[in-house]
């Protein structure tokens, strides 16, 4: 369990490309304090999500790269009881630090991050329904969850549209971003028998369906901050967080387009990082600039 082959395949730096669901859930929140912001950051990131990590790789038990690692050692019993132990920490410290509700939330998210490999059930070889529920699950799920662990709120609390619009948007981010992901890995997923969205969508129609929904998800962001923040001037800065990656995807999609090769683990791991790193940088300005964050400190 304490294998340093164990511990790489908790991937605990790839939590940095899912924490623009928790910044932009603490952006919008209304009741921040030092401790519970905290310990919902730690609980998520640290243990939750490396949890689901080494879970889902104990049963891919992938020979080529995946996300966060090049080389992905093999995998053993050891990586199944720590992947467990983490889940067990999330849950017993978002009792102890949080609430009760936000366990059994942290909990719902184990459960079905476990689905997604496990043979009993292995959500990724269905297409559609893997890619809508790591779209729910990884966007609106967790985004109320981080709301309501960062704020102490019930779950009423997080049933309103200025929670639940911001956590639909990241919903749609994530449906953009997923079969991205996928996109390098047709030929192991083949050999598992997993029919992957990406797979479904081929490599090349992987590309067009990300830069459609991505074009989507813009439109949504620019309505949400005119509407929520008006004449605050976010969706400008926002188009401009974004630029990056754009440049990037487009950059990348030409090179793909020529050699269907060039979709590879390195070119999807530093789209990833320059999509991360712009969305955490926008929402941690937009944290700064909307709400009085500093002066708890």
Request: aromatic share 18%; hydrophobic share 50%; net charge positive.
């Amino acid at each position: 369990m304490f294998s340093r082959s164990a511990w790489l395949h908790l991937r605990i730096p790839f939590s940095y490309y899912l924490l623009p669901v928790f910044l932009f859930s603490l952006a919008v929140s209304p009741n921040i304090s030092p401790n519970p912001l905290l310990w919902t950051f730690l609980i998520v990131h640290l243990f939750l999500y490396p949890a689901s990590n080494g879970y889902n790789s104990y049963f891919d038990k992938d020979e080529k790269s995946i996300g966060g690692l090049k080389n992905p050692p093999k995998v053993n019993l050891g990586l199944y009881y720590l992947s467990l132990l983490f889940d067990l920490i999330a849950i017993v410290l978002a009792v102890v630090k949080i609430s009760i509700t936000f366990a059994i939330l942290i909990f719902i998210y184990g459960i079905i991050s476990k689905a997604y490999s496990h043979p009993a059930v292995r959500l990724k070889k269905y297409p559609v329904a893997s890619w809508l529920i790591v779209g729910l699950f990884q966007g609106l799920f967790t985004f109320v969850m981080c709301y309501m662990g960062i704020n102490r709120f019930p779950v009423e609390n997080a049933l309103k549209p200025t929670v639940l619009i911001p956590g639909l948007l990241s919903t749609a981010q994530l449906l953009g971003t997923y079969p991205i992901t996928q996109v390098y890995q047709h030929e192991e997923d083949g050999k598992r028998g997993d029919h992957t969205f990406s797979r479904m969508l081929g490599v090349r129609g992987t590309f067009w369906f990300v830069g459609g929904v991505f074009t989507l998800v813009a439109a949504g962001f620019i309505a949400y901050f005119y509407s929520f923040y008006p004449g605050q001037g976010y969706e400008f800065i926002f188009l401009a967080a974004l630029s990056p990656v754009v440049l990037f995807f487009l950059a990348w999609f030409w090179r793909v387009w020529q050699d269907e090769s060039r979709a590879n683990h390195a070119s999807t791991m530093w789209l990833n990082f320059i999509s991360a790193t712009c969305l955490n940088a926008f929402f941690i300005y937009l944290l700064l600039d909307s709400t009085q964050l500093i002066q708890l400190f």
